[in-house]
């Protein structure tokens, strides 16, 4: 069974970056695709960015430039960097084993961005 625990959110003024990590366990983590996902008060869940075995990366287009995924195969764990975070930024992050296909969810981790 995959078991996620994220880490590293909190709140940040706009324009700041916050760091989020996922310790991943319970799977072949190094042959595994990662991603992290969001959901804001009231609106669906949505893949943020992911990262193939390989370290192949894919962006939705609101955080190209501003996100960075990243991947540690020795410490079985997924980064998040977030810089020039934005209000619309807010919401409850999720990493989640996208291959292959698991069904296992974290806790998440609150990012908040607030003046």
């Known amino acids: 069974q995959v078991r996620l625990v994220e880490s590293g959110g909190g709140w940040v003024q706009p324009g700041g970056s916050l760091r989020l990590s996922c310790a991943v366990s319970?799977?072949?983590?190094?042959?595994?695709?990662m991603g992290w996902y969001r959901q804001a008060p009231e609106k669906q869940r949505e893949l943020v960015a992911s990262i193939s075995y390989r370290g192949n990366t894919v962006y939705r287009d609101s955080v190209k430039g501003r996100f960075t995924i990243s991947r540690d195969n020795a410490k079985n764990t997924v980064y998040l960097q977030m810089n020039s975070l934005k209000p619309e930024d807010t919401a409850v992050y999720y990493c989640?084993?996208?291959?292959?296909?698991?069904?296992?969810w974290g806790q998440g981790t609150q990012v908040t961005v607030s003046s």
């Open positions: 319970g799977t072949d983590f190094s042959t595994a695709t």
């Open positions: 989640k084993q996208l291959l292959p296909v698991s069904t296992a």
